[in-house]
């Protein structure tokens, strides 16, 4: 057996295992053995039965002198009651459901059990405990075979019907029964670091002599991963240096006209901002910038600029957004901000298809797909915005240099680069975010991806005030609701689900769009003009509703996350999440963003029906970080670095990736592939390593 055999050829794996095992992602003995733990639990402390107290959870070994199976009265629960024995007294031991350990234990086995000590009326026994036979008797080395009970016992992350227990056993003989196991990191690097031997780290990571074993164990592989990463990006980084890109000179008369035409001021922040990114597509080289500002930023009129820069050099750029809607507002902001230049400014998403030209800035001309591919073709489309659509093979560019990601944790990085390699020179790449990521993620996940940050909110904004509202609250939200109606304001209420299902039936506490528009629109606001919007509906009826909404005629919008990102309604005041617990926070934050764009006060209601210290925590996160910057990191700890960043797209294991707040680890695994690369920038004497990069490669490709 070797590290490549496939899962379904280990012994004892199964067809059915198999199936589950894939959909765990593991496919091969390397994925099952780097599958680790999760957590641990020591049970390798043998306390004698004398000692045992009530309430508390232990270990003991001892002697089987009784087992037997008997049934409740009322309902018929199966209850396996046995007596156990050891130097220093007895003690009874409890099972519930299940009926075959009659069969698998006989009085005289010698076992461990760990469980907790109850009492009843009969006196203290242990409830429900873990067992194990102990194969070479009761002594301190005849423990050391065991493998769920008397050790440091692993706890791996689970699904349906593959349990810890399951796992233990299986890893435990395919690590026994791996004959080839190559060190792949360079003997240097094991002496430097003072790291444990791949062979004997794997044994320690998943059945530890010691948690200090385990910790040595977590560090060597977290390292070793976040320096395969790190690898590979620098590695990256280096052949796109030598890549050719279009040179967009500078031009600043230009962009003093464009400043001049704006309604508004640019912040200190949007002026660095666009300097930055503006020299940066003066280079040869590909520009890859990420341009991270909170919600309402104005981070759009920087990308703008830098668009309108590429197309008065002559060339095209394309800016692609996660929903229709964002697309659609983007399609209107810049149209705004660029026909006064006589741009074609053309819109693609899955269902409209439409441009703006300079003879007719003010409105949209709709065409067919077709039509609008080939003037993209022909560079008669000078700026394409759009959705996944972009993405599509059927998408030419006649001359495409400059592409603008939004929202870009939400694409796939595969589905960026298929964008960035459409033309002969690589494009300049700006990848926007209104979700900060905190420094040290974005420093290990980009490498050395430039970073701009807009921390300035436009002169005006006032900061909204933000109230998670218990359920006896609810009558004054309402009330406030009115109030600000009242003063000629909006409200949008988002609620987690459009409809009932039968997985969500009548006794689940979560609000649905269609029930809370008839219960607002007929109970709790009959006077008001409300109205719901979803995913469900037709383009044109959402794009109708939220042109209502845009121009005053509806009070409260109900809404699902449809509206998280790219609606612009200055007149609304309050956002009202229900089920607030049921959203991310980095969503919530965005929700919370549709108010407060102008001058008006805006008020944020997160309710929520859950009991969870988990999510009260991190809705008074909301509650107390207006920046988004802040929140990126209380997130980031709340919810660790696997669920903040996307461990799937990224395909880094869940262990590393709890490393990468780790900031001395992450600097040191970046020394050390700088080292690698100054004296082998190919590899050629790392085999090993440069197979190791090439499967990164295969799962991740980064601009």
């Not at 461990?112 to 067992?131: C, F, M, Q, T, W």
């Not at 004054?476 to 009115?482: F, G, R």
């Not at 005629?553 to 309050?574: C, F, Q, R, Y």
Request: glycine share 6%; net charge positive; with cysteine.
């Amino acid at each position: 057996m070797t590290l490549s055999t496939p899962i379904g050829q280990v012994p004892r794996i199964g067809a059915a295992y198999e199936a589950k095992l894939r959909k765990m992602g593991i496919t091969t003995v390397r994925d099952l053995l780097f599958h680790f733990p999760r957590t641990y639990v020591d049970f390798s402390t043998i306390t004698p039965i004398r000692d045992l107290k009530e309430g508390e959870v232990y270990c003991v070994s001892g002697t089987l002198l009784d087992i037997k199976e008997t049934r409740t009265f009322r309902k018929r629960v199966s209850l396996i009651t046995a007596l156990v024995e050891d130097k220093t007294g007895a003690i009874k031991i409890l099972w519930f459901n299940q009926p075959y350990l009659v069969d698998s234990l006989k009085p005289k086995d010698e076992i461990y059990l760990a469980g907790k000590v109850v009492r009843d009326k009969e006196g203290i026994y242990i409830s429900n405990p873990v067992h194990e036979k102990a194969g070479g008797g009761l002594s301190a080395q005849a423990g050391k075979s065991l493998t769920h009970v008397g050790r440091i016992i692993p706890v791996y992350p689970e699904t349906i019907d593959v349990s810890s227990r399951w796992l233990r056993s299986i890893i435990k003989m395919v690590l026994a029964q791996v004959k080839e196991m190559p060190e792949t990191l360079p003997q240097e690097m094991l002496r430097e670091r003072n790291f444990i031997p791949i062979q004997k780290a794997l044994w320690q990571i998943h059945f530890p002599d010691s948690m200090e074993q385990a910790q040595q164990a977590s560090r060597r592989f977290s390292f070793e991963e976040l320096f395969y990463i790190l690898l590979f990006i620098l590695a990256e980084r280096k052949k796109i240096a030598q890549v050719k890109a279009p040179v967009i000179p500078f031009d600043e008369t230009v962009m003093k006209r464009f400043t001049g035409k704006l309604p508004f001021q640019l912040t200190d922040d949007q002026k660095k901002a666009a300097w930055y990114i503006l020299k940066d597509m003066e280079k040869p080289r590909p520009m890859n910038r990420l341009l991270e500002g909170d919600v309402g930023s104005g981070k759009t009129v920087v990308a703008a600029m830098a668009m309108l820069s590429a197309v008065k050099a002559g060339y095209q750029a394309a800016l692609l957004a996660p929903t229709e809607i964002l697309a659609q507002q983007h399609h209107k902001t810049v149209a705004k901000v660029l026909t006064p230049f006589k741009i074609t400014i053309g819109l693609l998403t899955g269902k409209t298809d439409r441009f703006i030209s300079p003879k007719l800035p003010n409105d949209y001309i709709e065409i067919s797909r077709s039509k609008l591919l080939e003037k993209v073709k022909n560079n008669e489309v000078q700026v394409l915005i759009g959705t996944h659509s972009l993405i599509q093979d059927t998408v030419k560019f006649g001359n495409l240099a400059l592409v603008v990601v939004d929202e870009q944790h939400r694409f796939g990085v595969k589905q960026r680069a298929r964008l960035l390699h459409r033309t002969t020179l690589i494009p300049h790449l700006l990848s926007m975010t209104a979700t900060p990521i905190p420094r040290t993620l974005a420093m290990t996940l980009y490498g050395d991806l430039d970073l701009t940050l807009i921390t300035q909110l436009p002169n005006g904004r006032k900061q909204i005030i933000t109230r998670v509202v218990p359920p006896a609250g609810r009558e004054k939200a309402y009330e406030a609701i009115a109030e600000q109606i009242a003063q000629g304001r909006q409200a949008f209420v988002i609620c987690p689900r459009i409809e009932r299902t039968e997985k969500s039936p009548k006794d689940v506490e979560v609000k649905t769009v269609k029930e809370e528009y008839e219960k607002l629109s007929k109970e709790i606001f009959p006077d008001l003009r409300i109205e719901m919007l979803h995913g469900k509906m037709a383009t044109k009826e959402k794009e109708g509703i939220m042109r209502k909404f845009k121009f005053g005629k509806i009070d409260v919008l109900v809404s699902t996350s449809v509206v998280e990102v790219g609606v612009d309604i200055p007149n609304a005041t309050v956002m009202m999440i229900e089920g607030a617990d049921r959203f991310g926070l980095a969503q919530l934050h965005q929700f919370r963003g549709r108010v407060g764009r102008a001058e008006h006060q805006s008020y944020c209601f997160l309710f929520s029906e859950s009991n969870s210290f988990f999510a009260r925590k991190r809705l008074k996160a909301l509650e107390e970080s207006s920046s988004g910057f802040e929140l990126a990191e209380r997130d980031l700890h709340i919810r660790g670095p696997g669920d903040f960043a996307g461990t799937k797209q990224w395909g880094i294991p869940d262990f590393a990736m709890q490393q990468l707040t780790n900031l001395e680890l992450v600097e040191q695994a970046r020394e050390a592939a700088k080292m690698i690369l100054e004296k082998d920038i190919t590899l050629k004497n790392y085999p090993l390593l440069r197979e190791k990069v090439a499967d990164f490669r295969e799962r991740l490709h980064l601009e």
